[in-house]
């Protein structure tokens, strides 16, 4: 049987790029849904109205629940009506669609749960990017890689995804980050869940658009939400799922590095207010504490590098 290939719009201030968009999507695809945001311009009266294409089901949402919350509609949409795989492309046209079978084609053939774009493969298409866009992605991919466990994939924010319907319907979407943290989100849900995801190389074109996500503004609240993810990734696989010489490593270095800086500093921040030098035992003491716990946690870094999902898990549900 044929597999039958899904892609989700979120549309919300995209009336200028939407058709061209769709107009590009190939054969491959067997349903389109753009999910109207409670978009300000009517996008899905502006597509019903202007589409011709049978695939394009237009679902419109009554309050805005962000690109998030758009998406998570898509996928329900796709999952009811028995679709395999989903993709999900923005409307703003710097997706290519004709990039769709790059992406669903990992999947298609076994190796992945859920593939991502990374513009990050190729520095002649890095160049493209504006400059504050590039080091902000950069920052956040670095927080990514601890939050959400997959060291190997970049550019965390890139919004051209695809995943496994399988996948995607154990996935509770009533917890899913539903604004711009997303993407970011899913990927902490999917190495829980212990899926494959996979980067797929692309390019994004900066054309007229604009793009409603400003980094500096989100630096900090992203910066939160990694740390609580970080904190409950750990603890799930590595305490309640799993416990294992990695899960000491981690909890003796942190204790160690937790007594010996404060322990450290208090007793220099004394000697210094005595005018008295620190005894060489409390120096040791700190310093060794400080350099043990650092190599445990390096060795705890190195298993979780390694740890990542390897195997695909859609083929182990049942149709």
């Known amino acids: 049987m044929q597999n039958r290939v899904a892609v989700v719009i979120p549309s919300y201030r995209v009336k200028d790029h939407i058709l061209n968009v769709l107009a590009r999507i190939g054969d491959e695809v067997a ?16 597509v019903e109205a202007h589409c011709t294409d049978a695939r394009v089901k237009v679902i419109r949402h009554a309050e805005n629940q962000g690109v998030g919350g758009a998406v998570m509609t898509g996928y329900q949409a796709a999952i009811d009506e028995g679709m395999d795989v989903i993709v999900k492309v923005d409307g703003d046209g710097q997706m290519k669609p004709e990039l769709i079978p790059l992406f669903i084609g990992p999947i298609l053939a076994g190796q992945a749960d859920y593939t991502k774009g990374n513009r990050f493969y190729d520095l002649t298409h890095i160049r493209q990017m504006p400059t504050l866009r590039l080091i902000g992605n950069a920052g956040l991919s670095f927080m990514a890689k601890l939050s959400t466990g997959y060291w190997h994939l970049f550019d965390p924010t890139n919004g051209y995804t695809a995943i496994h319907a399988k996948v995607a319907k154990r996935i509770d979407f009533s917890k899913v980050s539903r604004r711009y943290f997303f993407e970011t989100d899913m990927l902490f849900r999917l190495n829980i869940g212990r899926a494959v995801a996979v980067d797929v190389p692309m390019d994004a074109h900066y054309g007229d658009e604009t793009s409603n996500l400003r980094i500096g503004q989100v630096l900090g609240e992203f910066t939160v939400k990694h740390a609580r993810n970080l904190a409950k990734r750990l603890f799930y696989n590595y305490f309640l799922r799993d416990m294992t010489v ?11 590095l937790a007594f010996g800086i404060p322990f450290g500093l208090y007793h220099w921040i004394h000697s210094a207010s005595l005018n008295v030098p620190t005894p060489l035992g409390t120096i040791m003491l700190a310093a060794l504490s400080v350099m043990f716990g650092v190599q445990l946690l390096l060795a705890f870094v190195s298993f979780d590098v390694a740890n990542q999902p390897q195997r695909p898990i859609h ?3 049942p149709d």
Do not use: H, K, Q, T
């Open 315 to 317: 083929n182990d549900f």
């Open 31 to 46: 349903r389109i849904y753009v999910v109207d945001d409670r978009c300000p311009d009517g996008s899905g009266d502006f």
């Open 246 to 256: 990695a899960s000491l490593e981690l909890v003796f270095g942190m204790l160690l």
